[in-house]
T-cell receptor, first 116, second 113 residues
Framework: GAGVSQSPSNKVTEKGKDVELRCDPI?????LYWYRQSLGQGLEFLIY????????KSGLPSDRFSAERTGGSVSTLTIQRTQQEDSAVYLC??????????????FGPGTRLTVL | KNQVEQSPQSLIILEGKNCTLQ??????????LRWYKQDTGRGPVSLTI?????NTKSNGRYTATLDADTKQSSLHITASQLSDSASYIC????????????FGAGTRLFVKA
């Protein structure tokens, strides 16, 4: 079946511009997560959705970052006024049930963001 | 402070050999530990997931162990193949009222012919 998809696969933008990254989770998965992976670094948790609500936004690095999820499915991560330190691979994952604890998270291929 | 530390940072082995990757954590209260494989340029793929009561779990040539008392886990790869070359990431979740997951920095494994 279809896995988690993300778009675009690559995004190059100029410093100060806004970008939107999209995630399509596996159909029926209620939990959705956004992570960031900088070059040579481990994964960094950004935000977690259960349905359309975000019980944990603790990982968002600044108020320039926001995310929403509509219809319990597609999610969009928005970065405003991008900075060079925002350059990273942004990964989305989804899981089926309660989310967060024992459920396997299935990851998308990621969006590679480069801020010039 | 919740932390997950993995060792070694990188490892080179010959095809067909076995290897063991280590993960030490201080995440509390512990909920579960997962191992992921991440090929270059791809998203992580789940290998195993273990809760507090589980000491070992296998997935083909991958066997993960968990010692919740010492807060250590290992991932053993048997009869390595070239396709095992990847980063292996240890992930520990805490059973707080909210969602708390800590990722290790990963071990980069290179399998050579």
């Amino acid at each position: 079946g279809a896995g988690v998809s993300q778009s675009p696969s690559n995004k190059v933008t100029e410093k100060g511009k806004d970008v939107e990254l999209r995630c399509d989770p596996i159909s029926g998965h209620t939990a959705l997560y956004w992570y960031r992976q900088s070059l040579g670094q481990g994964l960094e948790f950004l935000i977690y959705f259960q349905g359309n609500s975000a019980p944990d936004k603790s990982g968002l690095p600044s108020d320039r970052f926001s995310a929403e999820r509509t219809g319990g499915s597609v999610s969009t991560l928005t970065i405003q006024r991008t900075q060079q330190e925002d350059s990273a691979v942004y990964l989305c994952a989804s899981s089926s049930n309660r989310g967060g604890y024992t459920d396997t998270q299935y990851f998308g291929p990621g969006t590679r963001l480069t801020v010039l | 402070k919740n932390q997950v530390e993995q060792s070694p940072q990188s490892l080179i082995i010959l095809e067909g050999k076995n290897c063991t990757l280590q993960c030490n954590y201080t995440v509390s209260p512990f909920s579960n530990l997962r191992w992921y494989k991440q090929d270059t340029g791809r998203g992580p793929v789940s290998l195993t997931i273990m809760t507090f009561s589980e000491n070992t779990k296998s997935n083909g040539r991958y066997t993960a162990t968990l010692d919740a008392d010492t807060k250590q886990s290992s991932l053993h790869i048997t009869a390595s193949q070239l396709s095992d070359s990847a980063s292996y990431i240890c992930v520990v979740s805490a059973s707080t009222g909210g969602f708390k997951t800590i990722f290790g920095a990963g071990t980069r494994l290179f399998v050579k012919a």
